[in-house]
């Protein structure tokens, strides 16, 4: 389909392991989002990537998490030494631009036994 | 400290009738302003949006108003059906000063009941 496409759609792994989320974001869209959705929670904003530009990491809760866009195309997000509280569904969004309303993503539910 | 606030976890209306969401957001650097909504195990999808130069935004069954004087937000749906049951999150974001990023309060959840 022509819209965000995130994998895998689930993931349960062992706490302590790192964990890769892939992104593939609409064709041409300039700016890529991340976002965690804890349990009853809303959207928690965790970086942006727009074109050429330095990403907005500010959103990021620990050095474990880190995050690229390759080709200013697919982005994966890894969360490095995993914890419980890390848990929740992480969901990608892309725009035309950076002014531009977001096109998410199915999000990936991430589970730490 | 929350910048938007969705004070009412959940509404329930009747078919056909109105459906009034309310956001409250505490940062004057706000410009722009969407309402997303989510169904389950899928991710939101825009609804609707209004920049501050206005105080409201129509889109079919949907409007939004902006009252920026008391940082107060709402969406208006009109009749509601029972296929707007969803998540609607509201989401604000400083243009001017910080364009891409946006925050979004925790949620209401409508029902709209046959």
């Known amino acids: 389909g022509a819209g965000v496409s995130q994998s895998p759609s689930n993931k349960v792994t062992e706490k302590g392991k790192d964990v890769e989320l892939r992104c593939d974001p609409i064709s041409g869209h300039t700016a890529l989002y991340w976002y965690r959705q804890s349990l009853g929670q809303g959207l928690e904003f965790l970086i942006y990537?727009?074109?050429?530009?330095?990403?907005?990491k500010s959103g990021l809760p620990s050095d474990r998490f880190s995050a690229e866009r390759t080709g200013g195309s697919v982005s994966t997000l890894t969360i490095q030494r995993t914890q419980q509280e890390d848990s929740a569904v992480y969901l990608c969004a892309s725009s035309l631009e950076e002014r531009q309303p977001q096109h998410f993503g199915d999000g990936t539910r991430l589970s730490i036994l | 400290d929350q910048q938007v606030k969705q004070n009412s976890p959940s509404l329930s209306v009747q078919e056909g009738r109105i459906s009034i969401l309310n956001c409250d957001y505490t940062n004057s650097m706000f410009d722009y302003f969407l309402w997303y909504k989510k169904y389950p195990a899928e991710g939101p999808t825009f609804l609707i949006s209004i920049s501050s130069i206005k105080d409201k935004n129509e889109d079919g069954r949907f409007t939004v108003f902006l009252n920026k004087s008391a940082k107060h937000l709402s969406l208006h749906i009109v009749p509601s059906q029972p296929g707007d049951s969803a998540v609607y999150f509201c989401a604000a974001s400083a243009v001017r000063t910080n364009a891409g990023k946006s925050t979004f309060g925790d949620g209401t959840t409508l029902t709209v009941k046959p």
């Open positions: 990537f727009q074109g050429n530009s330095a990403p907005d």
